[in-house]
């Protein structure tokens, strides 16, 4: 289960103050698990029966076991929550080094951009590669995502010929553009769930591919976060999630309009993509929430130190621990003139380093008078990854239902995106 402890925010938020929150997660974790016939379920798959999820689960691996003898490099062209989610997983398993260090299955992420550099850098990594392509995403409307698309299936049609059809796999809502296409034109369909939030979810069938394809097992994925999905529905401040939501909700009550997001393993910089993606989506609305913001540390601490001995306090931060993949102990080495003055550290290692800086950022954020919530997972495996997924996604949407916001209304539209298609003649 994950860990959460509140002991850093009494400065801001008092016991009876958080308390007082009760009733608003309550009606709010109601909302999103109502249990009630027809009613919908906020990403209510998790407890379907075992013989659908066995079905999802037989799809995303026939279709992998396909992709590896098809290719040695899967591009996956996305959008939208589920992809930032793929990217996420992969690196926090395997190490934002993986495709330099790891001899399986490359991973290629592409369609989150518009500029002509990345497409040219993407034409040169596929060069002697065979390769599939996954497109990614819940509607499939997103220009930089059809610019991908559409460059990436004529590359395919010009080295592939009609084989092309069988090297393309979709995931999205059924009815959507892209499921259309997919259907049309024969390529190989992952549907996403239309539950509640199934779409925003990194638990959708095209984000555990693209993890299953980099040798997480989907199965373990799903596992962990239907364990979430049975523990924290608990209606009370036991539940971890309810003391993150709720610290979270209380915290923005008394003037708090930023949460900062801090990790020290810098395999988590692309989850603090997602997740600054998801809470900003899925929370930020009508003036309401805490505006996410990731900050991968030590690396960040100077700026972020800076912003923290400010006069007016608007921020409060979340620390995240997760455990350490190589446990192998690196140690710090002796510089026998020691010109940055850091001798000390002889006979010190990484890993010393780094505990002692989580405690050094907790205690001096502390003593500024800014709130800290810590939260820590026991496991990183594929079911604590599942977990840790499920874990931020219903605090998200328990954050945003105590504020009164539809975490999930499907009739938001982008202004921006709708104003680039009017520029281009759409």
């Known amino acids: 289960m994950i860990n959460v402890e509140l002991s850093s925010i009494w400065s801001c938020v008092s016991l009876p103050q958080l308390l007082s929150c009760e009733k608003d997660l309550f009606d709010a974790h109601l909302h999103l698990r109502s249990n009630q016939p027809n009613a919908p379920e906020f990403l209510g798959w998790l407890g379907q029966p075992d013989a659908l999820t066995a079905k999802t689960v037989h799809a995303i691996r026939k279709a992998c076991e396909t992709i590896s003898g098809q290719c040695d490099t899967l591009v996956v062209a996305g959008a939208g929550e589920g992809y930032l989610a793929a990217k996420a997983g992969i690196e926090a398993i395997g190490g934002r080094y993986r495709n330099l260090l790891d ?57 592939y010929g009609q084989g092309a059809k069988e090297r393309v796999y979709v995931s999205a809502k059924q009815g959507s553009g892209l499921a259309v296409m997919a259907k049309e034109e ?55 999630v309810w003391m993150y939501a709720g610290a979270r909700y209380a915290l923005t009550q008394k003037g708090r309009s930023a949460e900062i997001l801090g990790c020290f393993t810098p395999d988590f910089g692309a989850f603090g993509a997602w997740w600054e993606q998801y809470f900003m989506r899925h929370t930020c609305q009508e003036g309401a929430g805490a505006l996410p913001v990731y900050v991968g540390l030590p690396g ?67 003593d500024l008078d800014v709130p800290v919530i810590q939260v820590s997972m026991q496991t990183l495996d594929a079911a604590g990854l599942g977990e840790l997924f499920y874990f931020f996604e219903l605090s998200g949407a328990l954050s945003a239902c105590a504020c009164g916001i539809e975490a999930f209304d499907a009739d938001r539209k982008s202004a921006s995106r709708t104003l680039v298609k009017t520029m281009l003649g759409g």
């Open 300 to 366: 960040g601490l100077d700026g972020l130190d800076t912003m923290m001995q400010g006069g007016e306090k608007r921020a409060f931060e979340t620390l995240l621990q997760v455990p350490e993949r190589c446990f192998q102990k690196v140690n710090i080495e002796m510089d026998w003139k020691d010109y940055d003055g850091l001798g000390f550290l002889a006979g010190k290692t990484l890993l010393d380093a780094q505990e002692a800086s989580f405690q050094a950022v907790l205690q001096a954020h502390t």
């Open 186 to 240: 024969g390529f190989t369909f992952l549907p996403m769930d239309g539950c509640l939030g199934g779409g925003a979810s990194a638990l959708n069938a095209g984000t555990l591919l693209v993890m299953a394809a980099a040798g997480i097992d989907p199965l373990g994925v799903l596992e962990g976060a239907a364990e979430g999905f049975s523990q924290y529905d608990l209606r009370a401040f036991e539940n971890p």
């Open 103 to 159: 001899s399986r299955m490359r991973i290629l992420f592409t369609g989150d951009s518009l500029a002509s550099s990345d497409w040219i850098a993407l034409c040169r990594l596929l060069e002697g590669h065979d390769f599939c392509l996954l497109l990614l995403s819940s509607e499939g409307v997103e220009l930089e995502m059809c610019a991908a698309s559409r460059a990436l299936r004529w590359l395919m049609e010009r080295r």
